[in-house]
């Protein structure tokens, strides 16, 4: 069997969760293999576009280069990683390789307008900063990378990540506006679609995830 391995905003292939539960899954007997979405980690430099919640069929590709090698495969997602395999599960279903038996998902954002708000109330406020930073830091790289694609300081009036997704995920990503984007890449209403097993894992006091 071999584990996809999804990590979440603002992480990458690197990211100590990812790195812990691929070791954990090769003792236990798998092949892992660590995703990561456009523009994260070693990609940055490479893609010049920003990864977002909507980018269903990038884990669809991703499965399928990895099924020849594998015949049985299981994804694991975390946060917006989570969210964006299981929206491939149910947006993509017609398409997904026969091979992928199940994904377990931690903690997903379903619901991106709900969660966007969640991040703008007072116990989201230390999730914010950091999310933003990293956000921040992310485009002013991006854009040093590829000045002709985005523009300069368009992320400094952003303060939370609603802000961010209205003026530069959604700007950049074909969207009409943050809302337009929240509702066209929310897993939520494919989780019907969805015909294998998958578990949703949430914690209850989830200050991101209402």
Do not use: K
Not at 103 to 131: H, I, K, N, Q, W
Not at 137 to 155: I, K, N, T, V
Not at 174 to 197: F, K
Request: proline letters at 6%.
């Amino acid at each position: 069997p071999l584990l996809l391995l999804i990590h979440g905003l603002g992480g990458s292939d690197l990211a100590t969760y990812a790195v812990s539960a691929g070791h954990l899954a090769f003792a236990r007997g798998f092949h892992v293999a660590r995703m990561n979405m456009r523009g994260a980690g070693d990609s940055e430099r490479e893609n010049p576009r920003f990864y977002n919640a909507g980018l269903d069929t990038d884990v669809l590709e991703v499965l399928r280069a990895l099924e020849p090698a594998c015949a049985y495969l299981c994804i694991l997602g975390f946060s917006l990683g989570a969210s964006v395999g299981l929206l491939a599960l149910g947006r993509q279903r017609e398409r997904i390789p026969v091979g992928v038996r199940g994904m377990a998902a931690v903690c997903p954002p379903l619901d991106l307008s709900a969660c966007a708000t969640a991040l703008e109330g007072p116990a989201g406020r230390l999730y914010t900063g950091y999310f933003m930073r990293n956000l921040r830091d992310a485009y002013r790289r991006r854009q040093q990378c590829h000045p002709g694609l985005y523009e300069a300081g368009r992320e400094r009036e952003t303060r939370t990540v609603r802000q961010f997704d209205e003026r530069i995920t959604a700007h950049y990503g074909g969207y009409r506006d943050a809302e337009d984007y929240y509702a066209r890449s929310s897993a939520g209403p494919w989780l019907a679609a969805i015909d294998r097993p998958a578990l949703v894992l949430a914690a209850q006091d989830d200050p991101m995830v209402p």
